[in-house]
């Protein structure tokens, strides 16, 4: 049986046009939002994508003096969860997608992603792709998955206050 996990956010019921396409694709997709949160919104597709996809979202009315999702231009998530619909005969997905990035430009591709460096091995990766201790490193997830290997004791907390800078 799996257990439902408590939305950390109030979905806000939200009807509005807009574009959406996977990331580093050229082929948009006109659809509507259904609702949103302050990390992700619910919107109608007409294919089913594969969880952990990501996509460029285009908001139709942006409008940066407002609040809601159209405050921003374009919006890069990554999909958690995708469900069918039936529309008027036809079949259509409902999408929920976790926002990994907004902007007031169009944001369509990876490299436009801002990026940050991984504090071990020096990568540069898009935000989002960067994990945090908790404690100010930012990793890779190469790098995490090592680093989540430490003993969490005194070998871990050398490291950390090595990647730091020994500034603690």
């Known amino acids: 049986m799996t257990s439902i996990i408590p939305r950390s956010d109030t979905r806000t019921v939200h009807q509005a046009p ?12 006109p659809t ?4 949103y949160s302050a990390d992700g ?8 994508l ?3 996809a990501e996509v460029c979202i285009l908001m139709d009315n942006y409008a940066p003096d407002r609040s809601g999702p159209e405050a921003y231009r374009s919006y890069v998530a ?17 999408a929920g997608a976790q926002i990994v990035a907004r902007s007031h430009d169009i944001l369509t591709s990876e490299e436009q992603l801002p990026k ?53």
């Not at 919104?41 to 089913?48: G, M, N, P, Q």
């Not at 999909?79 to 005969?89: A, D, E, K, Q």
């Not at 890779?140 to 989540?148: D, E, L, R, T, V």
């Open 78 to 94: 990554r999909i958690r969860w995708i469900h069918l619909l039936s529309i008027n005969g036809r079949d259509r997905y409902a």
């Open 50 to 52: 594969a969880p952990e």
């Open 116 to 168: 940050i460096r991984c504090d071990l091995c020096g990568r540069i990766e898009p935000r989002h792709r960067i994990q945090s201790t908790g404690t100010g490193v930012d990793l890779c997830q190469k790098c995490m998955k090592h680093f989540s290997n430490i003993p969490s004791q005194k070998i871990r907390q050398c490291v950390e206050r090595f990647l730091l800078g020994n500034v603690i």
């Open 41 to 48: 919104l619910c919107y109608e597709v007409t294919s089913k």
């Open 32 to 35: 509507r939002t259904y609702d």
């Open 18 to 29: 807009i574009q959406c396409a996977l990331l580093n694709s050229a082929r948009f997709e």
